[in-house]
């Protein structure tokens, strides 16, 4: 082969191996989804944990944290705090310390690293609210008051943890509802309601905003937003409370908002990050399936803001698309936040947990 011919083929497969790493990395935008092997060896994972904290109990323990699959306790779920709303199930402030350890290993499990602390620095706040407010065990059953701290979240199993059969993970208390729905190689953790109160404080000498990469999101992209977007996605009302809370199970409400069939590509990518925060609660195996799932129906999600565009300021907003809403809701300050996470096709696994 003369040397030119060479060069030029040496050349073309550069360009080759150039467009091809190109055309991956555009495809690398969208993570290729765990595979069904991989998702359910995550279910076999958090029904091992499940069983190994069942172990640790006596009947009367057990005959507490297992309910009927099909019975009440599954939309049983609520922001407040006891004695205001009765939860059942077993009591953190009632295990041993090394029930509590199989409790938040199970957690761990059956949430990413970033879900688990999430949930994690929820409950924290709610000590540091016990201690600043008080409202002890004793005074939520005897004086009258809220009961607050970590001693007042409660896990339950909805169904028998399976491999195969449907049945729930529920774990809750003040501002927090975890209800993870699962069956084999499928999951959806609708509707969850991670909220916050305080939103920041200080632990170990470090400020802790469990809520903070939502809130902070939220404004950059409504600040990136131009004044034409900015004009449709701000709310011609003022709301100051999640419309799809608890207790709002089925109900349905139009979208309002910008479009992200409007938004440039960087706008998508902002929006979807904020999205992450929810659905990425979940382990990976689940978590990064679910976003694809958002993903491919972003051009039909829309992004609505009501209040201030100042962060640092209570402000309102909300994601709604085909299989999402997401609410976010100061309560009459930054510091006492309100969220609820739905997929209006699959809240309580809707799409797979049928018997």
Not at 241 to 257: A, H, K, Y
Not at 290 to 314: C, H, M, P, V
């Amino acid at each position: 082969m003369p040397a030119s011919t060479r060069i030029v083929s040496i050349v073309s497969v550069g360009l080759l191996v150039i467009v091809g790493a190109t055309v991956l990395a555009q495809r690398g935008a969208t993570p290729a989804s765990p595979s069904a092997n991989a998702q359910a060896e995550a279910t076999a994972r958090i029904v091992a944990s499940a069983q190994a904290l069942v172990a640790t109990l006596d009947a009367t323990a057990r005959g507490r944290v297992l309910f009927p699959f099909d019975g009440a306790q599954k939309t049983r779920w609520s922001n407040l705090p006891g004695p205001m709303f009765q939860r059942q199930g077993l009591r953190m402030g009632d295990l041993t310390s090394a029930q509590r350890a199989a409790v938040m290993n199970l957690l761990a499990v059956a949430l990413s690293r970033e879900g688990y602390q999430k949930v994690v620095e929820i409950m924290r706040g709610d000590e540091v609210l016990k201690t600043t407010q008080g409202g002890g065990r004793g005074r939520g059953l005897f004086g009258g008051g809220p009961a607050f701290g970590e001693d007042e979240y409660y896990l339950a199993f909805v169904g028998t943890p399976s491999t195969s059969e449907p049945w729930m993970l529920q774990f809750g208390g003040h501002h927090l509802a975890i209800n993870l729905t699962m069956a084999g190689s499928q999951a959806t953790m609708t509707p969850s309601l991670p909220a916050a109160q305080p939103a920041t404080y200080t632990f170990e000498g470090r400020t802790v905003r469990p809520l903070g990469k939502e809130n902070d999101k939220a404004f950059a992209l409504v600040n990136a937003l131009d004044a034409t977007q900015r004009g449709r996605a701000i709310l011609p009302y003022r709301v100051s409370d999640l419309v799809l809370g608890p207790g709002q199970d089925g109900r349905t409400i139009q979208p309002e908002g910008v479009r992200a069939s409007s938004l440039s590509s960087a706008q998508q990518t902002m929006l979807l990050d904020i999205v992450r925060e929810w659905a990425g609660i979940m382990t990976d195996a689940f978590g990064e399936p679910r976003l694809n799932e958002i993903r491919a129906k972003l051009q039909d999600t829309y992004f609505a803001w009501s209040g201030s565009l100042t962060n640092g300021s209570a402000a309102y907003f909300r994601i709604q698309g085909p299989t999402v809403v997401i609410e976010y809701a100061p309560q009459g300050g930054v510091d006492h936040i309100h969220t609820i996470y739905r997929d209006p096709t699959n809240d309580y696994g809707a799409k797979f947990a049928r018997r």
